[in-house]
Every structure is written in C-alpha cells, then in structure tokens.
C-alpha cells in the first residue's frame, strides 16, 4: 500500500466515494461465481468508473 501524505488524506476524506460503489458492489456479486469470465472485467471496469468519476480523483495528483 502506497504512502499518503497529510494532504492526501485530507482530500481522500473530505470527499468520500460514498454510495459511488453500490454499482462496483452489484457487479462483483455477480461476478463471484465466474473467476475467468465477462463478469470481472465488468467489475473492474465499474470499479475503474467510479473512481475516475469521484472528486477526489481530480484533486489528487497521480
């Protein structure tokens, strides 16, 4: 796990994912039970969404 500078954490917790991850939630349900298949890349690919999507990702630097 990466190191977080104070600011870091000052941004990561003034603008939390909230309820940004119910549809990562719905996706990796699905996905359980096919490990190889469509499902996970699905998941990831909601995963990846919603964190690009989130405030905190435009305020932090990489």
């Given at each position: 796990?990466?190191?977080l500078t104070e600011d870091e954490r000052v941004?990561?917790?003034e603008?939390?994912?909230g309820h940004s991850l119910d549809d990562v939630r719905e996706a990796?349900?699905?996905a359980e039970g096919d490990a190889?298949?469509?499902a996970w890349l699905e998941?990831?690919?909601e995963l990846v969404t919603?964190?690009?999507a989130s405030r905190a990702c435009r305020r932090l630097a990489s």
């Open positions: 796990m990466a190191d941004i990561i917790s603008t939390p994912l990796l349900r699905n190889q298949g469509e998941a990831v690919s919603a964190l690009l």
